[in-house]
């Protein structure tokens, strides 16, 4: 079945650049049943949708963040990334990506499921 | 932005009892050309993803045990576990997807009493 996981680095100083990588195993991020979701989830706090890609290259982000967030995909590897920039202690979160239904229009407006287990992602020097 | 507004944010259940969790949209999400409500809840335990339980506000997903219900319509829903049992403890969360920004109540924490 359809599996995601995160990785990349822990911690990450104020002012730069978190960097995450999705990897999607089980099927091919080619699929027209998802766009592909970041979402993050501060230590004891709620979830907060950041963005979500289709394997077009589509993309659809959160106005809150949306300066600072790039997402891109790469099909050959079955992989999307997120990129926030000028990282704050106000940015320390979980972080998943997970996978947003599709059905009928393609746009990301869908639940999500699977998820990936969760990548912690501390901001601080 | 479509807020969602969960309450209460905590409860306390003994087992077996019925738990009632509410959710309020700032705005109807219900889409009058399919009549569907783009609601989604989902189940958090600690130190784990959210698992999804209910998308359409009321359709249970596969393998989740029929305990689980949803309802509600327009801007206000409802989730309730008809007998609590002891591995529901968790938080759950209710999502709207209708439009962008997709965004997700507060969560409501829930216990045995």
């Known amino acids: 079945q359809l599996q995601l996981q995160e990785s990349g680095p822990g911690l990450v100083k104020p002012s730069e650049t978190l960097s995450l990588t999705c990897t999607v195993s089980?099927?091919?991020?080619?699929?027209?049943?998802?766009?592909w979701g970041w979402i993050r989830q501060p230590p004891g706090k709620g979830l907060e949708w950041i963005g979500s890609?289709?394997?077009?290259?589509?993309?659809y982000s959160n106005p809150s963040l949306k300066s600072r967030v790039t997402i891109s995909v790469d099909t050959a590897k079955n992989q999307f990334f997120l990129k926030l920039s000028s990282v704050t202690a106000a940015d320390t979160a979980v972080y998943y990506c997970a996978g947003g239904t599709i059905f009928g229009v393609v746009t990301p407006n869908g639940w999500f499921d699977p998820w990936g287990q969760g990548t912690l992602v501390t901001v601080s020097s | 932005d479509i807020v969602m507004t969960q309450s209460p944010d905590s409860l306390a259940v003994s087992l077996g009892e019925r738990a009632t969790i509410n959710c309020k949209s700032s705005?109807?999400?219900?889409?009058?050309?399919?009549?569907?409500?783009?609601v989604a809840w989902y189940q958090q335990k600690a130190g784990q993803p959210p698992k999804l339980l209910i998308c359409w506000a009321s359709t249970r997903e596969s393998g989740v045990p029929d305990r689980f219900s949803g309802s509600g319509s327009g801007t206000d829903f409802t989730l309730t576990i008809s007998s609590l049992q002891a591995e529901d403890v968790a938080v759950y969360y209710c999502?709207?997807?209708?439009?962008?920004?997709?965004?997700f109540g507060q969560g409501t924490r829930l216990e045995i009493k």
């Open positions: 999502q709207q997807y209708y439009s962008t920004p997709i965004t």
């Open positions: 089980g099927g091919s991020i080619r699929s027209n049943s998802y766009y």
């Open positions: 705005q109807s999400v219900l889409y009058s050309s399919n009549n569907k409500n783009y």
């Open positions: 890609i289709y394997y077009s290259g589509s993309t």
